[in-house]
Nanobody
């Protein structure tokens, strides 16, 4: 089917930067929307950012606007999240999410395994 591999998480000091990557592979015909979500300890998963299939439109949670940038490389089936000016409240497990059309023309919503981002004060 379709697999997602995330990378780029880690420990960073407040004010620092990290770049997350999420690469999709498998039986992919096309990828529609791609996005990033996060879940902090004891909290519900929340949307961080999304990007349309062409990359022409993006959407951000208010809490990350102006600090995070989502982008995608359709040739590599990869979505990125550039995170700048990180704050301790950005600490969470970050998950990528894609809506994919498989080669058998099945529409799937697929989640990554999650990558931990820890921001120290």
């Amino acid at each position: 089917q379709v697999q997602l591999v995330e990378s780029g998480g880690g420990l960073v000091q407040a004010g620092g930067s990290l770049r997350l990557s999420c690469a999709a592979s498998g039986s992919i015909f096309s990828i529609n929307a791609m996005g990033w979500y996060r879940q902090a300890p004891g909290k519900q998963r929340e949307l961080v950012a999304t990007i349309t299939s062409s990359g022409g439109s993006t959407n951000y949670a208010d809490s990350v606007k102006g600090r995070f940038t989502i982008s995608r490389d359709n040739a590599k089936n990869t979505v990125y999240l550039q995170m700048d000016s990180l704050k301790p409240e950005d600490t969470a497990v970050y998950y990528c999410h894609i809506v994919v059309v498989t080669r058998s023309i099945t529409h799937l919503a697929v989640w990554g395994q999650g990558t931990l981002v820890t921001v120290s004060s």
